[in-house]
């Protein structure tokens, strides 16, 4: 969320050419030619140790100060520290930029960061390079004891994965990564600012490796600096440097690009595009279209944990376990993605004041978190079913396991609309994974409620359009008013909607809005059969992940203990968005026969076990089901409902 990060290609940068060919390219990645690079900066082949790298920053003589933030980003991966090395040259200071920030959290993050927690050898310099004093005032704030004086900072920042912390972890995909074959930047985590000057204009250099690519979505200058109209915007664009592969593609008016790291070689980034072209063509339609960004670019990660994703106004990161792309691990891969996707309508085309002014200083709950990502989660896969590429059969297993996540693992008192306000509290993060179920649910029953007052005409995804269109990337809608204008521009019922099942909890009206159009659902439906099942089990999430928090008799004479996680069932990958889906399907084997399983203890490779399978009573808990009596009226409302397009 929030607007882009721009770091300068200090190697080659490949992209661009034919899907899987690289070449030279103007949007994602930029080729260094020889006239971009100072002689001064050739050493930088071996990399400068600090010591070397501070000493070469020095001017020998007063230069005149530059008219934006300037900075240098310096990385070795060779080096034990994991460090980025950080040189930022400043415009004339005054007492007003006294303090220099870095971030306490990031748009679209919900999660307290601290990157002070980072930060090493902070110094400040004047113009001929003599130190000057700066002290630590704060966990991410440094006071420069004579800044209209200084006219450089230097400081180093370790990578986020790497550093243990004692609370308050980063999430990986927020973080910043500094290896061998490849690093991943984020804008947070490397730049700070002077006080007052988030909104001011900035450059930005980056230095590594020459033979690595680097896959972004920004535009360097002749100079090879790329630029950002503010510090949010240098935020809001990530880097994914190394050996990585990578591909292109056109969607619409839109020129996307996928870069791809894959630790040992099992995934490239022409086959990952191509198993996302159909779901890049669903997302075009469902947007009527256009699309209303001009580029976009895709960064993943591979390797040994399976993290999550973050989105951007532009680009969106990955970082996900590595397994071999199979259909149904590319099919997890392609729903994470749909839903990431999503966000350049929500919230780069329809975002509040607190989105369009972050506060990196303290971070600052929106009531709209569930617009955010309710929304786009529902849209990611309600534009799935449109667009053919999954069944009536599947979006309502995804219904189901959504209702399933609400009442089984969630607080169902706690509104959404608190839920957003509170999202960086603990309090507020141990309801979160629910602004993404029930969030969605939500979503859906309000799309249903649309068409019902529209007499099929006018859906959710017809208002968003229409929102996105009104107000766009640089006009906010209103943190305070926002239920009262969409109400406005809708129909006086979506107001009683928004009070009784956003900003109140009251439980949706399920058998109800689904009834209308030809769908069941039941709470319990008990169905008379006997079917096979694991036993008493319970689960919890972690991230992506999915561990055993509860084992049956049966798991464990097969070896499964409390804390395993559970990575695939038969063969087939789970995370906590289809682990459920994939459970649900046992009930259609016969008792007693096996199922296979893969664990994983304590970070130990996956192991495969193999569990006989109880018989039980089948109750279908949290049922939906197309309704074989459903009336033509009925039918001709779901065909209004599936197809809205």
Same mark, same amino acid.
């Not at 200058?221 to 949010?232: I, L, M, P």
């Not at 779901?279 to 976009?296: H, I, S, T, W």
């Given at each position: 969320?929030?607007?882009?990060?721009?770091?300068?290609?200090?190697?080659?940068?490949?992209?661009?050419?034919?899907?899987?060919?690289?070449?030279?390219?103007?949007?994602?990645?930029?080729?260094?030619?020889?006239?971009?690079?100072?002689?001064?900066?050739?050493?930088?082949?071996?990399?400068?140790?600090?010591?070397?790298?501070?000493?070469?920053?020095?001017?020998?003589?007063?230069?005149?100060?530059?008219?934006?933030?300037?900075?240098?980003?310096?990385?070795?991966?060779?080096?034990?520290?994991?460090?980025?090395?950080?040189?930022?040259?400043?415009?004339?200071?005054?007492?007003?930029?006294?303090?220099?920030?870095?971030?306490?959290?990031?748009?679209?993050?919900?999660?307290?960061?601290?990157?002070?927690?980072?930060?090493?050898?902070?110094?400040a310099f004047d113009a001929k390079g003599k130190p000057?004093?700066?002290?630590?005032?704060?966990?991410?704030?440094?006071?420069?004891?004579?800044?209209?004086?200084?006219?450089?900072?230097?400081?180093?920042?370790?990578?986020?994965?790497?550093?243990?912390?004692?609370?308050?972890?980063?999430?990986?995909?927020?973080?910043?990564?500094?290896?061998?074959?490849?690093?991943?930047?984020?804008?947070?985590?490397?730049?700070?600012?002077?006080?007052?000057?988030?909104?001011?204009?900035?450059?930005?250099?980056?230095?590594?490796?020459?033979?690595?690519?680097?896959?972004?979505?920004?535009?360097?200058?002749?100079?090879?600096?790329?630029?950002?109209?503010?510090?949010?915007?240098?935020?809001?664009?990530?880097?994914?440097?190394?050996?990585?592969?990578?591909?292109?593609?056109?969607?619409?008016?839109?020129?996307?690009?996928?870069?791809?790291?894959?630790?040992?070689?099992?995934?490239?980034?022409?086959?990952?595009?191509?198993?996302?072209?159909?779901?890049?063509?669903?997302?075009?339609?469902?947007?009527?279209?256009?699309?209303?960004?001009?580029?976009?670019?895709?960064?993943?990660?591979?390797?040994?944990?399976?993290?999550?994703?973050?989105?951007?106004?532009?680009?969106?990161?990955?970082?996900?376990?590595?397994?071999?792309?199979?259909?149904?691990?590319?099919?997890?891969?392609?729903?994470?993605?749909?839903?990431?996707?999503?966000?350049?309508?929500?919230?780069?085309?329809?975002?509040?004041?607190? %989105?369009?002014? +972050?506060?990196?200083?303290?971070?600052? =709950?929106? *009531?709209? $978190?569930? !617009?955010? &990502?309710?929304?786009?989660?529902?849209?990611?896969?309600?534009?799935?079913?449109?667009?053919?590429?999954?069944?009536?059969?599947?979006?309502?297993?995804?219904?189901?396991?959504?209702?399933?996540?609400?009442?089984?693992?969630?607080?169902?008192?706690?509104?959404?609309?608190?839920?957003?306000?509170?999202?960086?509290?603990?309090?507020?993060?141990?309801?979160?994974?629910?602004?993404?179920?029930?969030?969605?649910?939500?979503?859906?029953?309000?799309?249903?409620?649309?068409?019902?007052?529209?007499?099929?005409?006018?859906?959710?995804?017809?208002?968003?359009?229409?929102?996105?269109?009104?107000?766009?990337?640089?006009?906010?809608?209103?943190?305070?008013?926002?239920?009262?204008?969409?109400?406005?521009?809708?129909?006086?019922? %979506?107001?009683? +909607?928004?009070?009784?099942?956003?900003? =109140?909890? *009251?439980? $949706?009206? !399920?058998? &109800?809005?689904?009834?209308?159009?030809?769908?069941?659902?039941?709470?319990?439906?008990?169905?008379?059969?006997?079917?096979?099942?694991?036993?008493?089990?319970?689960?919890?999430?972690?991230?992506?992940?999915?561990?055993?928090?509860?084992?049956?008799?049966?798991?464990?004479?097969?070896?499964?203990?409390?804390?395993?996680?559970?990575?695939?069932?038969?063969?087939?990958?789970?995370?906590?968005?289809?682990?459920?889906?994939?459970?649900?399907?046992?009930?259609?084997?016969?008792?007693?026969?096996?199922?296979?399983l893969s664990t994983r203890r304590a970070g130990a490779?996956?192991?495969?076990?193999?569990?006989?399978?109880?018989?039980?009573?089948?109750?279908?808990?949290?049922?939906?089901?197309?309704?074989?009596?459903?009336?033509?009226?009925?039918?001709?409302?779901?065909?209004?409902?599936?197809?809205?397009?």
């Amino acid at each position: 969320m929030g607007p882009g990060t721009r770091f300068f290609a200090g190697g080659p940068a490949i992209a661009w050419g034919p899907c899987g060919v690289a070449q030279p390219c103007p949007f994602f990645a930029h080729p260094l030619v020889p006239s971009f690079i100072p002689t001064q900066l050739s050493a930088l082949k071996s990399f400068l140790s600090l010591a070397a790298l501070l000493a070469a920053a020095a001017p020998a003589s007063a230069a005149p100060a530059p008219t934006e933030l300037t900075y240098t980003v310096s990385m070795d991966p060779t080096a034990a520290a994991h460090q980025f090395q950080v040189r930022l040259e400043t415009p004339r200071l005054s007492k007003a930029q006294a303090v220099y920030q870095f971030a306490a959290t990031a748009p679209g993050t919900y999660q307290v960061m601290d990157m002070g927690r980072y930060v090493r050898q902070f110094a400040a310099f004047d113009a001929k390079g003599k130190p000057l004093a700066s002290q630590q005032i704060g966990p991410n704030q440094w006071e420069l004891a004579q800044p209209e004086k200084t006219r450089e900072i230097r400081y180093t920042v370790a990578e986020t994965w790497a550093t243990p912390v004692t609370e308050h972890p980063i999430y990986r995909m927020c973080g910043s990564s500094l290896e061998a074959d490849h690093a991943l930047v984020n804008g947070q985590t490397v730049l700070g600012y002077p006080q007052g000057w988030q909104a001011k204009p900035l450059r930005l250099k980056l230095n590594y490796p020459s033979a690595w690519t680097v896959g972004t979505v920004l535009v360097p200058d002749g100079d090879g600096y790329f630029h950002a109209k503010s510090y949010d915007q240098a935020v809001d664009s990530p880097i994914l440097l190394g050996n990585l592969t990578n591909a292109q593609t056109k969607v619409g008016n839109a020129d996307v690009a996928l870069y791809c790291y894959s630790a040992t070689g099992q995934i490239a980034a022409t086959p990952l595009l191509a198993d996302m072209q159909k779901m890049l063509g669903a997302a075009q339609a469902f947007l009527g279209g256009d699309l209303p960004v001009r580029r976009y670019a895709f960064l993943y990660v591979f390797s040994d944990k399976s993290a999550g994703a973050w989105e951007h106004s532009y680009s969106s990161e990955y970082v996900l376990r590595e397994a071999p792309l199979t259909p149904a691990f590319a099919q997890n891969v392609v729903d994470i993605a749909a839903h990431e996707f999503f966000h350049i309508v929500t919230p780069l085309n329809i975002h509040s004041e607190i %989105i369009e002014h +972050f506060n990196f200083v303290h971070p600052t =709950g929106s *009531e709209h $978190l569930w !617009l955010y &990502e309710g929304v786009t989660e529902w849209a990611s896969h309600m534009m799935q079913l449109r667009g053919g590429l999954v069944s009536l059969d599947d979006y309502l297993a995804t219904l189901h396991n959504e209702e399933q996540y609400d009442r089984t693992r969630a607080d169902t008192t706690y509104a959404l609309s608190k839920l957003g306000l509170n999202s960086f509290s603990d309090e507020g993060q141990r309801q979160y994974g629910n602004i993404y179920q029930r969030g969605a649910l939500t979503a859906a029953a309000l799309d249903l409620r649309l068409l019902e007052l529209s007499h099929g005409t006018r859906g959710l995804r017809d208002v968003l359009l229409q929102l996105a269109k009104k107000y766009g990337p640089d006009r906010p809608i209103s943190e305070k008013n926002f239920f009262q204008d969409f109400t406005a521009l809708t129909y006086p019922e %979506i107001g009683d +909607f928004f009070r009784r099942y956003v900003q =109140g909890a *009251e439980p $949706l009206p !399920l058998q &109800e809005y689904f009834g209308r159009v030809g769908i069941r659902y039941d709470a319990a439906l008990h169905t008379g059969h006997q079917v096979a099942a694991l036993g008493p089990v319970a689960y919890q999430v972690r991230g992506d992940e999915v561990y055993f928090k509860q084992v049956s008799p049966a798991l464990q004479a097969a070896g499964v203990a409390v804390g395993d996680q559970l990575t695939a069932v038969d063969g087939a990958f789970v995370d906590r968005r289809n682990y459920a889906a994939a459970l649900d399907k046992i009930a259609a084997r016969p008792a007693g026969a096996d199922l296979a399983l893969s664990t994983r203890r304590a970070g130990a490779p996956a192991q495969d076990v193999r569990v006989k399978l109880a018989s039980t009573e089948e109750i279908q808990r949290y049922h939906f089901a197309p309704d074989p009596a459903a009336t033509p009226a009925q039918l001709a409302a779901r065909a209004a409902w599936v197809k809205n397009l």
